[in-house]
């Protein structure tokens, strides 16, 4: 199945529980992310990102995803993403209706640590969110809201289509997506 996003930025046919694993170490870098949508207002560059580091970035199972968009989804799927932009990349994507309403993307930061990467997105169309990981940040984005969340060793994202989850939505998916991510 092959999504066609027209987003600049960021599913496994069936949901297995347990945690991502990490991709062979022959991934390429590249300077082109596979990431949410451009925010609204700039962000820090993103090729400092490694991207598709995990072959399996559906950190969170269906109910999950349906927590957070507020309606239920179909499994989460690994699938290719054909973005406005003319790139291509892996996400986890989440559809209801036929329509993707949430998109997973996890990557390695080159430089710094990845809570570094989302304390140092620009101020405006993005607020942090406390509780969860070493930092999060919501930033508003043409798609949707898009969660930047850092763990020790991964960045995160986790994009909502049209609509705004609430704070404990956001911290609940978070949680449970780095509970998933390998160690």
């Given at each position: 199945?092959?999504?066609?996003?027209?987003?600049?930025?960021?599913?496994?046919?069936?949901?297995?529980?347990?945690?991502?694993?990490?991709?062979?170490?022959?991934?390429?870098?590249?300077?082109?992310?596979?990431?949410?949508?451009?925010?609204?207002?700039?962000?820090?560059?993103?090729?400092?990102?490694?991207?598709?580091?995990?072959?399996?970035?559906?950190?969170?199972?269906?109910?999950?995803?349906?927590?957070?968009?507020?309606?239920?989804v179909r499994p989460p799927?690994?699938?290719?993403?054909?973005?406005?932009?003319?790139?291509?990349?892996?996400?986890?994507?989440?559809?209801?209706?036929?329509?993707?309403?949430?998109?997973?993307?996890?990557?390695?930061?080159?430089?710094?640590?990845?809570?570094?990467?989302?304390?140092?997105?620009?101020?405006?169309?993005?607020?942090?969110?406390?509780?969860?990981?070493?930092?999060?940040?919501?930033?508003?984005?043409?798609?949707?809201?898009?969660?930047?969340?850092?763990?020790?060793?991964?960045?995160?994202?986790?994009?909502?289509?049209?609509?705004?989850?609430?704070?404990?939505a956001w911290r609940t998916?978070?949680?449970?997506?780095?509970?998933?991510?390998?160690?």
């Open positions: 199945m092959m999504v066609v996003l027209a987003i600049a930025v960021t599913g496994c046919t069936t949901v297995v529980t347990g945690r991502g694993v990490a991709a062979p170490p022959t991934v390429p870098a590249t300077t082109a992310p596979s990431s949410p949508a451009p925010p609204a207002s700039p962000a820090p560059s993103r090729s400092g990102l490694d991207v598709d580091v995990l072959s399996d970035e559906c950190l969170l199972n269906a109910s999950e995803f349906g927590a957070l968009v507020g309606e239920a799927a690994q699938d290719s993403v054909d973005r406005g932009d003319g790139s291509s990349g892996s996400s986890c994507v989440a559809t209801a209706s036929n329509e993707p309403v949430a998109i997973i993307n996890v990557y390695r930061v080159r430089s710094g640590t990845p809570a570094d990467f989302v304390r140092a997105g620009a101020p405006g169309g993005r607020r942090e969110l406390s509780g969860v990981g070493e930092a999060a940040a919501v930033v508003d984005t043409q798609t949707g809201p898009t969660l930047q969340l850092a763990s020790p060793d991964y960045l995160v994202t986790i994009l909502v289509a049209g609509r705004t989850p609430t704070d404990d998916a978070a949680t449970a997506a780095l509970s998933r991510l390998p160690t």
